[in-house]
């Protein structure tokens, strides 16, 4: 599974900036694509679950996040889109694409891409 992110960039506190990631290779089986983020000095360990997308169409959303920001895909195209709205400094990270796919009983395969730099400042 290949993900790149495209879209990133700088924006003032309080701007809009829509990411996006395309999908490709062997899909099947993909349960979520979705974006975490690692904010400057953090380790990867670190990463923070923004958002989620099910195969079901169900989402999930941080508390950070939530009603500010739109995880949205385009089937057709194998993308996925995170809408941010009202940008906060605490928003500056690098925004790391990601798919997962469920294996065997409780297993789970973890797919990266290689990150966008989102920078929220004034």
């Known amino acids: 599974v290949q993900l790149v992110e495209s879209g990133g960039g700088s924006v003032q506190p309080g701007g809009s900036l829509r990411i996006s990631c395309a999908a490709s290779g062997s899909l099947f089986g993909i349960d979520a694509l979705g974006w975490y983020r690692q904010s400057p000095g953090e380790a990867r360990e670190a990463r923070e679950l923004v958002a989620l997308i099910y195969s079901d169409d169900s989402t999930t959303y941080a508390d950070s996040v939530r009603g500010r920001f739109t995880i949205s895909r385009d089937n057709a195209k194998n993308t996925v889109f995170l809408q941010m709205n009202s940008l906060k400094v605490d928003d500056t990270a690098v925004y790391f694409c990601?798919?997962?796919?469920?294996?065997?009983?409780?297993?789970?395969?973890?797919?990266w891409g290689q990150g966008i730099q989102v920078t929220v400042s004034s």
């Open positions: 990601t798919a997962k796919r469920p294996v065997g009983d409780s297993g789970l395969e973890t797919y």
